[in-house]
C-alpha cells in the first residue's frame, strides 16, 4: 500500500488534498502545526487517517514523522509577504532540507514539492515558461521559495524522485488567507484597483492544483522536473475582481491608484513597519503592489504533455462555488 505524508495539511491545499485522498482509500499521514486541526481533518482522523501536531523546523521530529512512508507531499512553509529573511529561509530552505534528508534516510520513494509561480518574480509575464524569464524577487518569499526549490531537486536520485509544482494564485472554498479577506474588502469597499485593474493574474481553483497533484502521484515521467500549473483562464484584475463582486451582489471598486503611487505608499508603510517592529504585515506591500503592476500569467503546457494536467474549472464557475462557501461561512461563524 502507498503511505503518504502530508505536510502542512491544515492550510487550505492540504487540508483539501488530505479529504480527496481520503477519499481514495489512500494512507494517510497529515501533518498540522496549529494547536487544534481544522474540523476537516478531525473528521478524517476518524476513518483510520494519522493525525500528527509537529513543526517540521524542529529537525528530532522528522525521522519519526517520515518512517513508513512511501510518498511525501510537502506543502508546509512560511507563506505570506511579510516576515524577516531570516524566518522564511528557516521554513523554506532549511526546513526543506532537513526534511528531505529524514525522507531519504527513512526509504521515502517519490516527494512532491510545491512552490509558487512567485519565484519567477514580478515583470511582463505573458505565458512564461518554468525555465523563466525570471525577474528579481521584492521580498524574501519570493527568495526563499525558490531556494527551498533547489535544495528538493538536489535530492532527486535513482531511488528518491523529485517533482516540483507551481501553482498559481490559488482560490476556492475554505481560502481564508486571500481569498475570503478580499471578498470582505469588496463587500465594505474599501479595495481600490492599481492601474484600473489592466495587468492580467493567474487563478488557479483549488480542484485543478488537487488534480494536478494527483496526477503526479502516477507520472513516471516528472522526476526532477518543474511544472507550472495555471487555471483555464489569465483575467485582468478588473475582470477578476468583477466577477467577485457579481457573485457578491455589490459594486466594482470604484476608486483607482496609478502603480507608481501605491508603491512609494507601499514602501513607506514598510518603512514605517519595521522602524517599530510591527509584527503584522501593512495594509500595502511591495510585494502585492509589484503582483498588481504587471501582467502575470503562466503557462502549465509542460504539465499537460507530461502528465496529462488539464484545468477544468473556469473562473465563472469557481468564483461562484467559492462565494457560496464564503456566505456560508459568515452564517456559522
Known sequence: MNRILITGASGFIGKNLAVRL???????????RRQHPPKELTVLHSQDVELVKSDITESQ???????NINTLIHIAGKVGDWGTDAEFHQSNVIGVRQLYQAAKDSGVQKIIHLSSVAVQGFGPHQGSLEQGPRYAAVNPY???KYLGEQEALKFQSKTMSVSVIRPGNVYGPGDKTTTYPLLEALEKRIIPTIDDGVHRTCPVYIDDVIDAILALMESETAQGEVFNIIGPESPSWKEYLQCMVDELGVSPPFWNIPSSWAMNIARILERVYHRFNIP???????????QLSHDYVFSSEKAHQCFGYTPHRGLKEGMKATVQAYRWSQRVE
Open 22 to 32: 481520503a477519499q481514495q482509500n489512500h494512507a494517510l499521514r497529515c501533518i498540522y
Open 280 to 290: 503584522s504585515a501593512p495594509p500595502l506591500t511591495i510585494y502585492r503592489v509589484a
Open 142 to 144: 519570493q527568495t526563499s
Open 61 to 67: 521530529n522528522l525521522p519519526k514523522i517520515t518512517q
